[in-house]
Protein backbone atom coordinates (compact mmCIF):
# COMPACT_ATOMS: atom_id res chain seq x y z
CA UNK A 1 0.00 0.00 0.00
CA UNK A 2 2.56 2.43 0.76
CA UNK A 3 4.30 1.79 -2.80
CA UNK A 4 0.81 2.60 -4.06
CA UNK A 5 0.12 6.23 -2.39
CA UNK A 6 0.80 9.70 -3.56
CA UNK A 7 3.08 10.19 -0.95
CA UNK A 8 5.32 6.91 -1.33
CA UNK A 9 8.88 6.51 -2.31
CA UNK A 10 10.96 4.58 -4.18
CA UNK A 11 14.42 3.63 -4.91
CA UNK A 12 15.71 4.67 -8.23
CA UNK A 13 19.38 4.72 -9.62
CA UNK A 14 20.75 4.81 -5.84
CA UNK A 15 18.78 7.58 -4.87
CA UNK A 16 15.38 8.45 -2.79
CA UNK A 17 13.00 9.84 -5.75
CA UNK A 18 9.15 11.16 -4.43
CA UNK A 19 6.29 9.83 -6.65
CA UNK A 20 4.20 12.73 -7.54
CA UNK A 21 0.04 12.89 -8.13
CA UNK A 22 -1.39 12.88 -11.41
CA UNK A 23 -2.90 16.24 -10.99
CA UNK A 24 0.21 17.73 -8.84
CA UNK A 25 2.21 16.34 -12.10
CA UNK A 26 -0.35 17.90 -14.17
CA UNK A 27 -0.56 21.21 -12.39
CA UNK A 28 3.30 21.46 -11.90
CA UNK A 29 3.31 20.85 -16.03
CA UNK A 30 0.75 23.95 -16.85
CA UNK A 31 2.81 26.37 -14.71
CA UNK A 32 5.75 25.16 -16.26
CA UNK A 33 4.13 25.63 -19.84
CA UNK A 34 3.22 28.89 -18.92
CA UNK A 35 6.50 29.95 -17.58
CA UNK A 36 8.21 29.08 -20.99
CA UNK A 37 6.02 30.91 -22.54
CA UNK A 38 6.47 34.08 -20.39
CA UNK A 39 10.28 33.34 -20.95
CA UNK A 40 9.44 33.16 -24.53
CA UNK A 41 7.69 36.25 -24.91
CA UNK A 42 10.82 37.83 -22.21
CA UNK A 43 13.42 36.85 -24.69
CA UNK A 44 11.21 37.77 -28.39
CA UNK A 45 11.16 41.34 -26.42
CA UNK A 46 14.92 41.20 -25.46
CA UNK A 47 15.45 39.80 -29.12
CA UNK A 48 13.41 43.01 -30.44
CA UNK A 49 14.83 45.24 -28.03
CA UNK A 50 18.59 44.06 -29.71
CA UNK A 51 17.72 44.54 -32.99
CA UNK A 52 16.95 48.16 -32.29
CA UNK A 53 19.96 48.74 -30.48
CA UNK A 54 22.34 46.77 -32.36
CA UNK A 55 25.23 46.98 -29.65
CA UNK A 56 23.10 47.04 -26.63
CA UNK A 57 25.37 44.24 -25.20
CA UNK A 58 28.49 46.02 -25.42
CA UNK A 59 29.82 47.38 -22.16
CA UNK A 60 30.63 51.12 -21.36
CA UNK A 61 32.03 51.59 -18.91
CA UNK A 62 35.43 49.86 -16.48
CA UNK A 63 32.18 48.61 -14.12
CA UNK A 64 30.29 47.09 -16.83
CA UNK A 65 34.03 45.18 -17.56
CA UNK A 66 34.81 44.76 -14.38
CA UNK A 67 31.77 43.39 -12.75
CA UNK A 68 29.71 42.56 -15.74
CA UNK A 69 26.79 45.32 -16.16
CA UNK A 70 23.92 44.60 -17.95
CA UNK A 71 25.73 45.82 -20.74
CA UNK A 72 27.82 42.85 -20.60
CA UNK A 73 31.40 42.29 -20.22
CA UNK A 74 34.58 41.84 -22.38
CA UNK A 75 35.07 38.33 -20.69
CA UNK A 76 32.06 36.71 -22.67
CA UNK A 77 32.50 35.19 -25.79
CA UNK A 78 29.74 34.65 -27.81
CA UNK A 79 27.36 35.07 -24.94
CA UNK A 80 28.74 32.34 -22.74
CA UNK A 81 31.53 33.07 -19.91
CA UNK A 82 35.19 31.57 -20.25
CA UNK A 83 36.35 29.20 -17.68
CA UNK A 84 38.67 30.39 -15.84
CA UNK A 85 42.44 29.13 -16.67
CA UNK A 86 44.40 27.13 -14.39
CA UNK A 87 47.44 28.12 -15.47
CA UNK A 88 47.40 32.04 -13.75
CA UNK A 89 46.89 34.04 -16.95
CA UNK A 90 44.09 34.56 -16.16
CA UNK A 91 42.35 34.31 -19.90
CA UNK A 92 45.36 36.02 -21.36
CA UNK A 93 45.14 33.41 -24.79
CA UNK A 94 49.27 32.96 -25.79
CA UNK A 95 47.49 32.93 -29.39
CA UNK A 96 43.48 33.42 -30.29
CA UNK A 97 42.04 31.15 -32.50
CA UNK A 98 41.56 33.29 -35.10
CA UNK A 99 45.06 33.91 -35.44
CA UNK A 100 46.17 29.54 -34.96
CA UNK A 101 48.39 28.53 -37.69
CA UNK A 102 48.73 25.15 -36.46
CA UNK A 103 51.91 25.02 -37.78
CA UNK A 104 55.40 26.57 -36.34
CA UNK A 105 58.20 27.89 -37.95
CA UNK A 106 58.68 28.53 -42.05
CA UNK A 107 57.23 26.01 -44.64
CA UNK A 108 58.47 28.36 -48.20
CA UNK A 109 55.35 27.06 -50.12
CA UNK A 110 52.63 26.87 -47.70
CA UNK A 111 54.01 30.97 -47.45
CA UNK A 112 54.26 32.09 -50.37
CA UNK A 113 50.56 30.41 -51.00
CA UNK A 114 48.90 31.96 -48.24
CA UNK A 115 50.47 35.50 -49.16
CA UNK A 116 49.28 35.21 -52.47
CA UNK A 117 45.97 33.85 -51.32
CA UNK A 118 45.98 37.16 -49.26
CA UNK A 119 43.15 38.23 -47.62
CA UNK A 120 40.29 38.91 -50.63
CA UNK A 121 40.27 38.94 -54.52
CA UNK A 122 40.92 43.07 -54.45
CA UNK A 123 44.41 41.53 -52.78
CA UNK A 124 45.19 39.25 -54.68
CA UNK A 125 44.45 41.25 -57.84
CA UNK A 126 47.09 43.59 -56.26
CA UNK A 127 49.68 40.55 -56.00
CA UNK A 128 49.63 40.58 -59.72
CA UNK A 129 52.12 43.39 -59.82
CA UNK A 130 54.87 41.84 -57.96
CA UNK A 131 56.84 41.51 -60.49
CA UNK A 132 56.96 45.07 -61.38
CA UNK A 133 58.96 45.21 -57.51
CA UNK A 134 62.20 43.54 -58.89
CA UNK A 135 61.69 45.27 -62.22
CA UNK A 136 61.76 48.37 -60.39
CA UNK A 137 64.70 47.97 -58.62
CA UNK A 138 66.90 46.87 -61.25
CA UNK A 139 66.02 49.45 -63.66
CA UNK A 140 66.57 51.89 -60.71
CA UNK A 141 70.68 50.76 -60.66
CA UNK A 142 70.90 49.92 -64.32
CA UNK A 143 69.18 52.64 -66.13
CA UNK A 144 70.29 55.47 -64.30
CA UNK A 145 69.10 58.09 -67.03
CA UNK A 146 65.45 57.37 -67.60
CA UNK A 147 64.03 58.88 -64.70
CA UNK A 148 60.35 58.56 -65.43
CA UNK A 149 60.41 55.60 -66.24
CA UNK A 150 62.11 54.52 -62.87
CA UNK A 151 59.27 56.50 -60.83
CA UNK A 152 56.68 54.79 -62.64
CA UNK A 153 57.66 51.57 -61.91
CA UNK A 154 58.94 52.83 -58.10
CA UNK A 155 55.31 53.72 -57.57
CA UNK A 156 53.60 50.69 -58.76
CA UNK A 157 55.65 48.13 -57.22
CA UNK A 158 55.27 49.99 -54.24
CA UNK A 159 51.50 48.80 -54.32
CA UNK A 160 51.80 45.14 -54.04
CA UNK A 161 54.87 45.76 -51.30
CA UNK A 162 52.97 47.84 -49.04
CA UNK A 163 49.55 45.66 -49.48
CA UNK A 164 51.97 42.69 -48.20
CA UNK A 165 52.56 44.99 -45.19
CA UNK A 166 48.94 45.04 -44.52
CA UNK A 167 48.32 41.42 -45.04
CA UNK A 168 51.29 40.10 -42.63
CA UNK A 169 50.19 42.98 -40.40
CA UNK A 170 46.48 41.56 -40.10
CA UNK A 171 47.84 38.48 -39.74
CA UNK A 172 50.07 39.22 -36.93
CA UNK A 173 47.20 41.25 -35.29
CA UNK A 174 45.33 38.02 -35.47
CA UNK A 175 47.45 36.49 -32.74
CA UNK A 176 46.98 39.09 -30.38
CA UNK A 177 44.27 40.78 -28.48
CA UNK A 178 41.95 42.95 -29.95
CA UNK A 179 43.39 46.44 -29.13
CA UNK A 180 46.85 45.43 -29.14
CA UNK A 181 46.57 43.57 -32.46
CA UNK A 182 44.70 46.92 -34.14
CA UNK A 183 47.26 49.50 -32.88
CA UNK A 184 50.59 47.13 -33.50
CA UNK A 185 48.69 46.43 -37.47
CA UNK A 186 48.52 50.17 -37.73
CA UNK A 187 51.87 51.11 -36.40
CA UNK A 188 54.20 48.88 -38.80
CA UNK A 189 52.26 50.52 -42.29
CA UNK A 190 53.16 53.58 -39.97
CA UNK A 191 56.33 53.09 -40.20
CA UNK A 192 56.72 52.95 -43.73
CA UNK A 193 56.11 56.28 -43.56
CA UNK A 194 58.08 57.47 -40.76
CA UNK A 195 61.33 55.59 -42.84
CA UNK A 196 59.93 57.86 -46.01
CA UNK A 197 59.89 61.40 -43.89
CA UNK A 198 63.21 60.85 -42.36
CA UNK A 199 64.79 59.89 -45.74
CA UNK A 200 63.18 63.72 -47.22
CA UNK A 201 64.33 65.29 -44.35
CA UNK A 202 67.98 64.10 -44.53
CA UNK A 203 67.80 65.60 -48.06
CA UNK A 204 66.31 68.82 -46.81
CA UNK A 205 62.75 68.38 -48.96
CA UNK A 206 60.81 69.98 -46.91
CA UNK A 207 58.16 71.24 -48.80
CA UNK A 208 57.48 67.22 -49.81
CA UNK A 209 57.30 66.32 -46.26
CA UNK A 210 54.89 68.56 -45.47
CA UNK A 211 53.19 67.73 -48.89
CA UNK A 212 53.59 64.34 -47.83
CA UNK A 213 52.05 64.53 -44.51
CA UNK A 214 48.69 66.39 -45.87
CA UNK A 215 48.58 63.43 -48.50
CA UNK A 216 48.61 60.58 -46.40
CA UNK A 217 45.95 62.30 -43.85
CA UNK A 218 43.65 63.05 -46.88
CA UNK A 219 44.11 60.08 -48.65
CA UNK A 220 43.00 57.60 -45.05
CA UNK A 221 40.47 60.21 -43.65
CA UNK A 222 38.82 60.86 -46.86
CA UNK A 223 39.75 57.96 -49.70
CA UNK A 224 40.29 54.65 -47.60
CA UNK A 225 37.21 55.65 -44.92
CA UNK A 226 35.08 56.58 -48.12
CA UNK A 227 35.84 53.14 -49.81
CA UNK A 228 34.87 51.73 -46.83
CA UNK A 229 32.02 53.36 -47.00
CA UNK A 230 30.81 52.32 -49.73
CA UNK A 231 32.28 48.58 -49.55
CA UNK A 232 29.88 47.93 -46.77
CA UNK A 233 27.43 49.73 -48.27
CA UNK A 234 27.43 47.75 -51.57
CA UNK A 235 26.60 44.53 -49.50
CA UNK A 236 23.62 46.18 -47.08
CA UNK A 237 21.28 48.96 -46.49
CA UNK A 238 23.53 50.52 -43.37
CA UNK A 239 26.59 49.73 -42.35
CA UNK A 240 26.70 50.63 -38.34
CA UNK A 241 29.54 51.04 -35.87
CA UNK A 242 30.37 51.97 -32.22
CA UNK A 243 30.27 55.36 -30.56
CA UNK A 244 33.18 54.62 -28.72
CA UNK A 245 35.36 54.01 -32.22
CA UNK A 246 34.03 57.21 -33.32
CA UNK A 247 33.78 59.13 -30.86
CA UNK A 248 37.38 59.06 -29.55
CA UNK A 249 38.32 59.17 -33.47
CA UNK A 250 36.78 62.49 -34.20
CA UNK A 251 37.69 64.29 -31.24
CA UNK A 252 41.22 63.40 -32.21
CA UNK A 253 40.98 64.38 -35.53
CA UNK A 254 39.68 67.75 -34.92
CA UNK A 255 42.15 68.64 -32.20
CA UNK A 256 45.09 67.26 -34.69
CA UNK A 257 43.25 69.36 -37.40
CA UNK A 258 43.13 72.92 -35.47
CA UNK A 259 46.89 71.98 -33.82
CA UNK A 260 48.57 71.36 -37.43
CA UNK A 261 46.92 74.85 -37.90
CA UNK A 262 47.98 76.86 -35.40
CA UNK A 263 51.57 78.06 -36.79
CA UNK A 264 50.08 78.33 -40.53
CA UNK A 265 47.10 81.20 -38.71
CA UNK A 266 49.67 82.49 -36.55
CA UNK A 267 51.92 83.33 -39.40
CA UNK A 268 49.38 84.54 -41.69
CA UNK A 269 47.91 86.50 -38.62
CA UNK A 270 51.48 88.41 -38.13
CA UNK A 271 53.02 88.61 -41.57
CA UNK A 272 52.94 92.44 -42.64
CA UNK A 273 53.51 93.72 -39.25
CA UNK A 274 54.94 96.75 -39.04
CA UNK A 275 58.65 96.73 -37.64
CA UNK A 276 58.98 92.72 -37.46
CA UNK A 277 61.44 91.33 -38.66
CA UNK A 278 61.18 88.22 -40.99
CA UNK A 279 64.00 85.99 -39.50
CA UNK A 280 61.77 86.71 -35.71
CA UNK A 281 58.70 85.47 -37.47
CA UNK A 282 60.44 82.48 -38.78
CA UNK A 283 62.37 81.87 -35.88
CA UNK A 284 59.18 82.36 -33.60
CA UNK A 285 56.93 79.84 -35.91
CA UNK A 286 59.77 77.13 -35.86
CA UNK A 287 59.29 77.49 -31.94
CA UNK A 288 55.47 77.32 -31.76
CA UNK A 289 55.63 74.38 -34.71
CA UNK A 290 57.99 72.68 -32.13
CA UNK A 291 55.64 72.92 -29.28
CA UNK A 292 52.67 72.10 -31.14
CA UNK A 293 54.52 68.94 -31.87
CA UNK A 294 55.26 68.22 -29.35
CA UNK A 295 51.79 68.61 -27.15
CA UNK A 296 50.28 66.40 -30.38
CA UNK A 297 52.69 63.89 -29.41
CA UNK A 298 51.52 63.67 -25.91
CA UNK A 299 47.89 63.79 -26.87
CA UNK A 300 48.89 60.04 -29.07
CA UNK A 301 50.59 59.28 -26.11
CA UNK A 302 46.95 59.37 -24.35
CA UNK A 303 45.07 58.25 -26.66
CA UNK A 304 47.50 54.93 -26.63
CA UNK A 305 47.26 54.79 -23.09
CA UNK A 306 43.31 55.33 -23.32
CA UNK A 307 43.19 52.72 -25.36
CA UNK A 308 45.14 49.71 -23.92
CA UNK A 309 45.11 50.68 -20.62
CA UNK A 310 41.86 52.15 -18.96
CA UNK A 311 39.33 51.30 -21.92
CA UNK A 312 40.69 48.29 -23.48
CA UNK A 313 38.39 45.82 -22.30
CA UNK A 314 35.54 48.60 -24.10
CA UNK A 315 37.38 48.42 -27.05
CA UNK A 316 38.16 44.81 -27.06
CA UNK A 317 34.53 44.09 -26.38
CA UNK A 318 33.54 45.80 -29.43
CA UNK A 319 36.02 44.07 -31.58
CA UNK A 320 34.51 40.94 -30.45
CA UNK A 321 31.20 41.85 -31.50
CA UNK A 322 32.98 42.45 -34.57
CA UNK A 323 34.46 39.22 -35.08
CA UNK A 324 31.19 37.79 -34.42
CA UNK A 325 29.12 39.43 -36.72
CA UNK A 326 31.72 38.77 -39.43
CA UNK A 327 30.33 37.11 -42.76
CA UNK A 328 33.08 35.21 -43.44
CA UNK A 329 33.91 34.66 -39.72
CA UNK A 330 33.87 30.63 -40.37
CA UNK A 331 35.96 30.67 -43.48
CA UNK A 332 38.93 32.80 -42.02
CA UNK A 333 38.73 30.21 -39.04
CA UNK A 334 39.42 27.25 -41.10
CA UNK A 335 41.64 29.01 -43.84
CA UNK A 336 45.69 28.61 -43.50
CA UNK A 337 47.01 31.32 -41.64
CA UNK A 338 51.15 32.36 -41.42
CA UNK A 339 52.99 31.10 -38.51
CA UNK A 340 54.59 33.85 -35.92
CA UNK A 341 57.96 33.34 -37.39
CA UNK A 342 56.14 33.92 -41.38
CA UNK A 343 54.52 37.15 -40.35
CA UNK A 344 57.53 38.31 -38.63
CA UNK A 345 59.62 37.04 -42.33
CA UNK A 346 57.09 39.09 -44.26
CA UNK A 347 57.12 41.82 -42.32
CA UNK A 348 60.40 42.83 -42.46
CA UNK A 349 60.86 41.64 -45.85
CA UNK A 350 57.81 43.96 -47.43
CA UNK A 351 58.98 46.89 -44.95
CA UNK A 352 62.81 46.09 -46.37
CA UNK A 353 61.21 46.59 -50.58
CA UNK A 354 58.72 49.53 -49.15
CA UNK A 355 62.28 51.32 -47.73
CA UNK A 356 64.21 50.68 -51.14
CA UNK A 357 61.03 51.37 -53.56
CA UNK A 358 60.35 54.80 -51.77
CA UNK A 359 64.49 55.59 -51.25
CA UNK A 360 63.81 55.41 -55.45
CA UNK A 361 61.16 57.62 -55.08
CA UNK A 362 62.15 60.21 -52.91
CA UNK A 363 65.50 60.47 -55.97
CA UNK A 364 62.80 61.23 -58.25
CA UNK A 365 59.99 62.51 -56.66
CA UNK A 366 60.97 66.35 -56.09
CA UNK A 367 60.65 67.49 -59.72
CA UNK A 368 57.13 65.60 -60.46
CA UNK A 369 55.64 67.21 -57.30
CA UNK A 370 57.34 70.60 -58.46
CA UNK A 371 55.86 70.60 -61.79
CA UNK A 372 52.01 68.99 -60.83
CA UNK A 373 51.82 70.46 -56.88
CA UNK A 374 50.69 66.83 -55.78
CA UNK A 375 51.86 64.01 -53.88
CA UNK A 376 49.73 61.47 -54.39
CA UNK A 377 49.56 58.60 -51.59
CA UNK A 378 47.50 56.05 -53.64
CA UNK A 379 50.92 53.24 -52.41
CA UNK A 380 49.26 54.03 -48.93
CA UNK A 381 45.58 52.98 -49.76
CA UNK A 382 47.37 49.35 -50.85
CA UNK A 383 47.94 49.20 -47.16
CA UNK A 384 44.26 49.54 -46.27
CA UNK A 385 42.60 46.74 -48.78
CA UNK A 386 42.30 44.79 -45.44
CA UNK A 387 39.96 47.49 -44.13
CA UNK A 388 37.98 47.42 -47.33
CA UNK A 389 37.41 43.82 -47.05
CA UNK A 390 36.63 44.04 -43.42
CA UNK A 391 34.10 46.43 -44.11
CA UNK A 392 32.35 44.31 -46.91
CA UNK A 393 32.32 41.44 -44.14
CA UNK A 394 30.74 43.97 -41.61
CA UNK A 395 33.52 44.63 -39.71
CA UNK A 396 32.88 48.36 -39.73
CA UNK A 397 34.36 48.67 -36.24
CA UNK A 398 37.47 47.02 -37.20
CA UNK A 399 37.42 48.62 -40.89
CA UNK A 400 37.46 52.40 -38.45
CA UNK A 401 39.65 51.79 -36.59
CA UNK A 402 42.60 51.23 -39.12
CA UNK A 403 41.52 54.29 -41.03
CA UNK A 404 40.95 56.18 -38.34
CA UNK A 405 44.04 55.01 -36.47
CA UNK A 406 46.18 55.63 -39.56
CA UNK A 407 45.04 58.85 -40.01
CA UNK A 408 45.96 59.53 -36.27
CA UNK A 409 49.07 58.31 -36.58
CA UNK A 410 50.26 60.57 -39.34
CA UNK A 411 48.82 63.84 -37.38
CA UNK A 412 49.61 63.28 -34.33
CA UNK A 413 52.90 60.52 -34.49
CA UNK A 414 54.41 60.85 -37.89
CA UNK A 415 54.45 64.37 -38.46
CA UNK A 416 55.19 65.60 -35.01
CA UNK A 417 58.13 63.18 -34.66
CA UNK A 418 59.93 64.12 -38.15
CA UNK A 419 59.29 67.70 -36.87
CA UNK A 420 61.11 67.20 -33.77
CA UNK A 421 63.57 64.74 -34.75
CA UNK A 422 64.30 67.59 -37.70
CA UNK A 423 64.60 70.07 -34.52
CA UNK A 424 67.03 67.85 -33.25
CA UNK A 425 69.43 68.00 -35.81
CA UNK A 426 69.06 71.73 -37.00
CA UNK A 427 66.96 71.46 -39.31
CA UNK A 428 64.13 74.30 -39.82
CA UNK A 429 61.25 71.84 -41.00
CA UNK A 430 57.85 73.57 -39.59
CA UNK A 431 54.04 72.90 -39.80
CA UNK A 432 53.64 76.43 -41.60
CA UNK A 433 51.73 74.62 -44.05
CA UNK A 434 50.05 76.56 -46.98
CA UNK A 435 46.36 78.31 -45.83
CA UNK A 436 44.49 76.50 -48.56
CA UNK A 437 46.14 72.91 -47.00
CA UNK A 438 44.91 73.79 -43.62
CA UNK A 439 41.30 75.06 -44.97
CA UNK A 440 40.91 71.96 -46.46
CA UNK A 441 42.13 69.73 -43.80
CA UNK A 442 39.64 71.70 -41.03
CA UNK A 443 36.76 70.90 -43.64
CA UNK A 444 37.46 67.68 -44.63
CA UNK A 445 37.52 66.40 -40.81
CA UNK A 446 34.65 68.74 -40.11
CA UNK A 447 32.46 66.49 -42.93
CA UNK A 448 34.08 63.42 -41.70
CA UNK A 449 33.40 63.87 -38.34
CA UNK A 450 29.26 64.71 -39.84
CA UNK A 451 29.31 61.19 -41.43
CA UNK A 452 30.10 59.18 -38.29
CA UNK A 453 28.21 61.18 -35.75
CA UNK A 454 25.18 59.01 -36.50
CA UNK A 455 27.06 55.51 -36.14
CA UNK A 456 25.86 54.12 -39.48
CA UNK A 457 26.69 54.61 -42.52
CA UNK A 458 25.57 53.72 -46.63
CA UNK A 459 27.20 53.77 -49.75
CA UNK A 460 26.03 57.33 -50.85
CA UNK A 461 28.08 58.35 -47.67
CA UNK A 462 31.55 56.27 -49.05
CA UNK A 463 31.09 58.03 -52.14
CA UNK A 464 30.65 61.44 -51.14
CA UNK A 465 33.49 60.61 -49.35
CA UNK A 466 35.64 59.89 -52.45
CA UNK A 467 34.42 63.10 -54.14
CA UNK A 468 35.31 65.14 -51.60
CA UNK A 469 39.08 63.85 -52.17
CA UNK A 470 39.12 64.08 -56.03
CA UNK A 471 37.85 67.41 -55.76
CA UNK A 472 40.65 68.49 -53.37
CA UNK A 473 43.17 66.79 -55.57
CA UNK A 474 41.92 68.67 -58.78
CA UNK A 475 42.39 72.23 -56.72
CA UNK A 476 46.16 70.59 -55.71
CA UNK A 477 46.49 69.82 -59.20
CA UNK A 478 46.45 73.67 -60.18
CA UNK A 479 47.56 75.53 -56.88
CA UNK A 480 50.98 77.49 -57.67
CA UNK A 481 54.38 75.90 -57.44
CA UNK A 482 55.40 76.54 -53.72
CA UNK A 483 59.10 76.98 -54.95
CA UNK A 484 58.24 79.45 -57.34
CA UNK A 485 56.02 82.07 -54.53
CA UNK A 486 58.65 81.31 -51.81
CA UNK A 487 61.50 82.53 -54.42
CA UNK A 488 58.99 86.13 -54.98
CA UNK A 489 59.81 86.77 -51.32
CA UNK A 490 56.20 86.95 -50.60
CA UNK A 491 56.78 83.76 -47.68
CA UNK A 492 58.09 84.40 -44.61
CA UNK A 493 57.34 81.32 -43.42
CA UNK A 494 61.42 80.49 -43.64
CA UNK A 495 61.84 79.42 -46.99
CA UNK A 496 61.91 75.30 -47.41
CA UNK A 497 60.26 75.37 -44.35
CA UNK A 498 56.91 77.39 -45.24
CA UNK A 499 54.27 76.59 -47.46
CA UNK A 500 53.04 72.61 -47.80
CA UNK A 501 51.39 72.79 -51.23
CA UNK A 502 50.52 69.23 -51.85
Not at 112 to 127: C, E, G, K, P
Not at 184 to 208: K, N, P
Amino acid sequence: MAGATSTGRRQQNGGVERERSPRRSSHQSRSASRRRDNNNNNNNNNNNNNDHYANASLPRTRHDIMHGGRRGSSHHNGGHREAPRKDGLRGKIPIKQEGESGRTGIHPLHFFRIIWRSTSWLSRAVNVLWPIVPAAIVVYFVVPEHHLLKFILAYIGMVPAANLVGFAGQELARKMPHMLGVLTETTFASGVEIILFMMLLAQDRFILIQGAILGSILATMLLCLGMCFFAAGMRRDEATFDEAITEAGSGLLLTAGIGLAVPTIFERSVTGTAGLDPAVLEQKILDISHAVAILLLISYLVFIWFQTKTHDGIFNAIFEHDERRDHDREKDIMKDKLTLTECIVALVVSIALVSLLAYALVDMIEPLIEEHGVTDPSWKAAEHLTAIDEAWDNQMNFALSHCLGSTLQTALLNGPLVVIVGWGLGKPISLDFQIFDMAMLILSIIAVGNFLRDQKSNYLEGFLCVILYVAIAVAAFYFPNVHEAASGGDGAGGGEGGGGGH
